[in-house]
C-alpha cells in the first residue's frame, strides 16, 4: 500500500502563489493515477487536477484553470500543485489521493489512497 503525506499548505493574500507537494512511501507512485482534491468547511470534497500515472495526461476543474497546475515526478515518488493568483474561495483542506491505473475519473469517492490533507487558507 502506498502513504500519502501532502505539505506546503499556509496562509497567502489573494493573488499570491502557493505550492503544494505530495510525498509517496510504501510504493513507486508509477503504479498509481493521482489527484487533487480539496474540502472547504461545511462543503463536500470537490476534484482540483488530476495526472494520469505516467504524467502525460493532466485535467484540471475549470475552478481552477489557467491557474493551478498539477505535475508529478515517478523518479522522486512525488506530486506537486502549483497554484498561483489565488482567491479566497480556494481556502479549503487539500488531498493528495491515489487510484489504480485502470481509473480515471473526477469523482473523490473513486480514489483508494489518501493523505492527511494540508489546510490553504487565502486572505488578506
Known amino acids: 500500500q502506498v502513504q500519502l503525506v501532502e505539505s506546503g499548505g499556509g496562509l497567502v493574500q489573494p493573488g499570491g502563489p502557493l505550492r503544494l507537494s505530495c510525498a509517496a512511501s510504501?510504493?513507486?507512485?508509477?503504479?498509481?493515477?493521482m489527484a487533487w482534491i480539496r474540502q472547504a468547511p461545511g462543503k463536500e470534497r470537490e476534484f482540483v487536477a488530476r495526472v494520469n500515472w505516467s504524467g502525460d495526461t493532466t485535467h484540471h476543474a475549470d475552478t481552477v484553470k489557467g491557474r493551478f497546475t498539477i505535475s508529478r515526478d515517478n523518479a522522486k515518488n512525488t506530486m506537486a500543485l502549483q497554484m498561483n493568483s489565488l482567491k479566497p474561495e480556494d481556502t479549503a483542506v487539500y488531498y493528495c489521493?491515489?487510484?489504480?491505473?485502470?481509473?480515471?475519473?473526477?469523482?473523490?469517492?473513486?480514489?483508494?489512497?489518501w493523505g492527511q490533507g494540508t489546510q490553504v487558507t487565502v486572505s488578506s
Open positions: 510504501g510504493r513507486s507512485l508509477s503504479s498509481y493515477n
Open positions: 489521493a491515489a487510484v489504480g491505473r485502470i481509473v480515471l475519473s473526477f469523482r473523490p469517492s473513486d480514489y483508494t489512497h
